[in-house]
């Protein structure tokens, strides 16, 4: 006889008769279209479906971790902000792996969770026609929700790969004048120290065809970093007689001007420092780039501004990047011919064959261009000039920035980001993205205005670099007094062999037949664009 006192068999029987009238239960209920209610409500919401079923403690495990992450993710926002919260993610190679990590696991379970819910919630008895109808509709709700899974996959790997490809690229000198945008300690304004910040922008046309690096275009933007407001100036690819700074190695070459009449032009300046650097390898010690860090100096020097970071973009792929933004809207100011056969006169000038094959012309206009087209407004100079051109560039950088919103690269991200990773690089650093990122958004709503150096205010063959400094001192300090003594310590050699007083305004050899349409004053590049 069985102990009376002994009541764990007794209670062990009790439990699995009661689990087993719940199961009893459930199954009496199942039927087809409570099957399809729950597994589609896990679908919306991981393990909703399961609190319905035996499995309802598995589904409360589920939702209770949707419910931590949600208030983490809320908490982070209301802390910093959507933007900014946005913003320091994308720059955290670190957090995005975290992300990419959660993303894929977190797939897995929620898809095991729909099925999981399908067969505790099936019918003991059903129909072949109802089995294939209650899979085929989990099989779509898996799909469903591996769908997003696998577009942030796309979008994460593609922004990860970029980065390793775009940003922390070693441009640094090693004379120690390393770029750094010296963001500050305090997290409010992280730019206190620094109100201004300049930025060169470079064209690069290095091609397989060609011999070394000619920077064609040559930008710096100079930010307000309080306000946005930003002027771009734009420096004449054939400029003679540039300053060469007493600490870059091509002085001991050249002495303190880059003077061999116009075969000795400021595009030239990179290749310059790279043969020089073959030549003489001890001078380089340590450089990494002694093209990209003597344009740079030699920019500074003749602006009279500090450049703190870089940004080459490689022109051949620059379409690449335009047809992933899906084009830009410009407004065309004068015939541009695209594709046509060059050739040069007896007179030494540039000429368009119009019989050329392939030969296109951009109509005056506003349009939207491809990226063909694109490269080809900012490039063409055959029947302009080099200022003209200058103009076209500033626009289209103008353009981009402008029409870079938010819709338009969440839409096109992957092929955005691959088409920059594949084409630009810079040296800023990409912890400093998020920081950047809102100076950007910053510079969208505020003026960018516009001021290049073209024959009516320059005279690109004999510049008066004083001059020129005073234009850029007076373009970035609109409301203050004439400068007293505004000269970068390390322009000694150049002010002492550029003439003084104002410059005229004649052409270069190379452009005297050409007319322009470029403006020698700072403007609004919205007036300069039309």
């Known amino acids: 006889m069985n102990d009376p006192s002994d009541s764990s068999g007794a209670h062990a029987a009790h439990g699995t008769r009661s689990e087993w009238m719940d199961h009893h239960r459930e199954g009496r209920r199942a039927t087809l279209p409570r099957a399809l209610r729950l597994t ?17 403690v598995l589904g409360m495990a589920l939702l209770g971790a949707l419910l931590v ?12 902000g959507l933007t900014s919260t946005a913003l ?11 992300i990419l990590a959660v993303l894929i696991i977190g797939t897995f379970i929620w898809i095991a969770a729909i099925a999981t819910t399908a067969l505790l919630t099936r019918p003991a008895r059903t129909t072949r026609k109802q089995r294939v109808t209650l899979a085929a509709f989990t099989g779509v709700l898996c799909l469903a929700v591996s769908a997003p899974a696998a577009l942030g996959y796309e979008y994460i790997t593609s922004h990860l790969s970029a980065m390793d490809k775009v940003f922390n690229q070693p441009m640094a000198s090693p004379n120690g004048s390393e770029p750094t945008s010296s963001l ?11 109100p201004r910040v300049n930025i060169l922008l470079l064209g690069s046309d290095a091609d397989k065809g060609r011999e ?17 407001e930003s002027v771009l100036f734009s420096i004449p690819r054939n400029l003679q007689r540039v300053p060469i700074p007493r600490d870059n190695p091509l002085y001991k070459t050249y002495g303190g001007v880059y003077d061999c009449g116009n075969q000795c032009l400021m595009n030239a300046i990179w290749t310059a420092a790279d043969l020089n650097a073959q030549e003489h390898p001890a001078w380089y010690v340590g450089e990494t780039n002694p093209g990209l860090s003597a344009t740079r100096e030699v920019l500074s020097t003749i602006l009279g501004l500090p450049i703190q970071h870089t940004v080459i973009v490689n022109l051949k792929g620059f379409e690449e990047l335009i047809d992933a933004m899906g084009g830009v809207s410009i407004t065309v100011q ?20 119009p019989n050329s094959p392939g030969l296109e012309w951009l109509e005056p206009g506003t349009q939207e261009l491809t990226g063909h ?7 063409s100079r055959v029947t302009t000039d080099d200022f003209s051109r200058m103009r076209r560039q500033r626009c289209m950088v103008a353009a981009v920035i402008d029409q870079a919103d938010p819709l338009t690269l969440l839409q096109r991200y992957p092929q955005i980001i691959t088409a920059v990773g594949n084409n630009v690089v810079t040296d800023i650093p990409s912890t400093e993205l998020s920081t950047w990122a809102e100076l950007v958004m910053l510079v969208q709503k505020s003026k960018i205005k516009s001021l290049p150096f073209t024959p009516k ?24 007094a004439p400068p007293t003594s505004e000269q970068p310590a390390d322009d000694a050699a150049a002010t002492s062999t550029a003439p003084s007083g104002t410059s005229t305004s004649s052409s270069s050899q190379d452009d005297s037949s050409a007319t322009t349409t470029e403006t020698d004053e700072l403007a609004d590049i919205g007036a300069v664009c039309g």
Not at 69 to 80: E, N, P, Q
Not at 373 to 379: E, F, H, I
Not at 462 to 474: F, G, M, T
């Open 88 to 98: 320091g993610t994308a720059a955290s190679p670190e957090r995005l792996k975290l």
């Open 212 to 228: 070394g690096t000619r920077t064609d275009t040559m930008i710096v933007a100079s930010i307000d970093t309080h306000t946005g």
């Open 373 to 379: 087209q694109a490269l080809g407004y900012s490039r």
């Open 69 to 80: 992450g949600a208030l983490a993710l809320g908490y982070a926002v209301w802390r910093k």
């Open 457 to 480: 205010n320059t005279d690109v063959t004999d510049p008066d670099y004083s001059q020129i400094r005073y234009l850029v001192w007076e373009a970035i300090h609109p409301a203050d």
């Open 40 to 56: 589609a409500l896990s679908a919306v919401v991981p393990g909703a479906g399961l609190l319905r079923t035996r499995a309802k």
């Open 184 to 194: 500050s300690k305090d997290p409010k304004d992280p730019w206190a120290d620094l």
């Open 334 to 353: 004068e015939p541009i011919p695209i594709n046509g056969r060059t050739y040069t006169d007896a007179a030494g000038h540039l000429q368009l064959d």
